[in-house]
């Protein structure tokens, strides 16, 4: 199964309305960066052990570790988890910024470092949500 169907499925196994938020964040998501690397991780480990919920990628930045390695992971990703939906906004340097430039404007989520958290996409301000991604994608961007 190729990423693409991965992600269909994946997205189709959610109940709704989980499952047609999921549909159209991704499909928004897409719209912003349309040539994007897709990534879907099952959340299993080597072992096969279940760790983390799964979730869909997009597009890639390196991340460098304090140790001097390097690994290419995703800047923007999507998960559902128990009590709805996670948007996981990587490689920003200042982990203040997403919680003070869009968590008062954003609507009923939970805004940390890296992650916009919230029940479903009508509980939220869209707009607010796909400047935080937009300024994902363009900060990682300028760091590459």
């Keep these: 199964m190729d990423i693409q169907e991965q992600i269909k499925a994946y997205i189709g196994s959610q109940p709704e309305p989980k499952r047609s938020d999921m549909q159209t964040l991704h499909h928004l998501i897409l719209e ?14 080597s072992e096969n052990k279940t760790v983390a919920n799964p979730n869909i990628g997009y597009g890639f930045y390196t991340i460098k ?3 001097g390695k390097t690994r290419e992971f995703y800047q923007i990703g999507i998960s559902a988890n128990k009590t709805g939906i996670s948007v996981y906004i990587l490689g920003i340097d200042d982990k203040t910024y997403l919680a003070k430039t869009y968590g008062k404007e954003i609507g009923n989520a939970s805004v940390t470092g890296y ?30």
Aim: include cysteine.
């Design 32 to 45: 912003i960066m349309p040539a994007c690397k897709l990534w879907f991780l099952d959340g299993k480990n």
């Design 65 to 67: 570790y304090a140790d």
């Design 115 to 144: 992650c916009i958290k919230f029940k479903a996409l009508k509980d939220i301000h869209i707009e607010t949500l796909l400047a935080a991604i937009r300024y994902g994608f363009e900060a990682q961007n300028q760091n590459n």
